[in-house]
């Protein structure tokens, strides 16, 4: 996040358990990023840091990691057989039509 322009930074950050850290925190909230993550479970209740509005917008990644899933199901997209970006984009839009018919 330091090396990433302020413009392009995100303000928010979600991650899973395994991000929830005091440390990452609180270095995210200096950059401006603010973390959502759920709370793992031996955390003490003193210092619980999310509340239950936050974590609806976690609720809500499935849908990307979905949707990471089904493009790994094109093996060209997945090893990057091609060199030029814009064959590999024009690769990464059939997938997502494909995907996009299949669920129609």
């Known amino acids: 996040m330091a090396q990433c322009p302020p413009?392009?930074?995100p303000l928010r950050l979600i991650g899973d358990k395994a991000f929830d850290?005091?440390?990452?925190?609180?270095?995210l909230?200096?950059?401006?990023?603010?973390?959502?993550s759920p709370h793992r479970a031996g955390r003490l209740w003193a210092n619980y840091t999310q509340d239950a509005r936050e974590l609806r917008r976690?609720?809500?990644?499935?849908?990307?990691q979905r949707l990471f899933a089904w493009l790994h199901n094109s093996r060209r997209l997945v090893t990057r057989y091609e060199?030029?970006?814009?064959?590999y984009l024009?690769?990464?839009?059939l997938a997502a039509a494909?995907?996009?018919?299949?669920?129609?």
């Open 7 to 9: 413009r392009l930074r």
């Open 98 to 104: 494909l995907i996009l018919l299949r669920y129609l």
């Open 83 to 87: 060199y030029h970006l814009c064959n």
């Open 58 to 64: 976690y609720k809500r990644r499935w849908k990307i």
């Open 29 to 36: 909230l200096s950059q401006g990023v603010k973390l959502i």
């Open 90 to 93: 024009g690769f990464l839009h």
């Open 21 to 27: 850290s005091d440390g990452l925190d609180k270095r």
